[in-house]
């Protein structure tokens, strides 16, 4: 069986600063690791995806991703966040059609 | 590429009344097609997956007569959420995958939000 946490319900950065959200995971096998988002009353939208090649893996919007096997974790972080980056923020791990969903990180960014 | 869209993208009936929820791969075949809900402020749970051409299958808890899936052609799924109660309101969200191009991607679609008087 495989899951996945979300460490922060909610994240509230200033506009500029840096943005980490943490993901921690489980999985039997090796796992397939993704981060997507979602703004208010939309669907989804893939950030990034891990799947077994380069660990630090960079995604769409400046955000990118670091696969710490030892630490079973996979966070996201952003280098200066916008204010279009207040949204919801999904982890995700899935191996073959089986995605598990993390609860979910509300990002505030404040001006 | 990989593009999902779903019809309508909201909806607002009276209890007991039925609603059709389409989904669509405009610009690829989507061999396998999944069904998910989200509450407010919750993460999403995935009700079902279907193949084409093939009976869906439900998650632990999910009614299938109650939410009826149909995977008829490789570019649309429909949901039916039949004789609809106000707890069934909810924010549905499909997603597609091609699995014969190996790869196990998600494309997700927009999500229609249904809501029942």
């Known amino acids: 069986a495989q899951s996945v946490t979300q460490l922060d319900s909610h994240v509230s950065v200033s506009e500029g600063t840096p943005v980490l959200l943490r993901c921690n995971y489980s999985?039997?096998?090796?796992?397939?690791l993704s981060w997507y988002v979602q703004h208010p009353n939309k669907g989804l939208q893939l950030l990034l995806k891990?799947?077994?090649?380069?660990?630090l893996v960079k995604g769409i919007n400046g955000f990118e991703a670091e696969f710490k096997k030892s630490e079973t974790s996979f966070h996201l972080t952003k280098p200066s966040a916008h204010m279009s980056d207040a949204a919801e923020y999904f982890c995700?791990?899935?191996?073959?059609?089986?995605?598990?969903f993390g609860a979910g990180t509300r990002l505030t960014v404040k001006p | 590429g990989a593009v999902v869209s779903q019809h309508p993208s909201w909806v607002i009936c009276k209890s007991g009344t039925s609603v059709k929820i389409e989904c669509r791969s405009l610009?690829?075949?989507?061999?396998?097609m999944f069904w998910y809900r989200q509450f407010p402020k919750q993460s999403l749970m995935l009700m079902a997956t279907?193949?084409?051409?093939?009976?869906?299958?439900?998650e632990q808890g999910v009614e299938k007569d109650k939410f009826l899936i149909n995977h008829a052609s490789l570019t649309l799924s429909t949901l039916t959420v039949t004789s609809a109660h106000p707890e069934d309101s909810s924010f549905y969200i499909c997603?597609?995958?091609?699995?014969?191009?190996?790869?196990?991607?998600?494309?997700f679609g927009p999500g229609t939000r249904l809501t029942v008087l």
């Open positions: 997603s597609a995958s091609n699995q014969r191009d190996r790869t196990d991607t998600q494309y």
């Open positions: 999985s039997s096998y090796s796992p397939s």
């Open positions: 891990y799947t077994s090649a380069a660990t």
């Open positions: 995700v791990v899935s191996d073959d059609n089986d995605m598990r």
């Open positions: 610009d690829f075949q989507a061999t396998t």
């Open positions: 279907s193949n084409e051409g093939s009976k869906a299958t439900y």
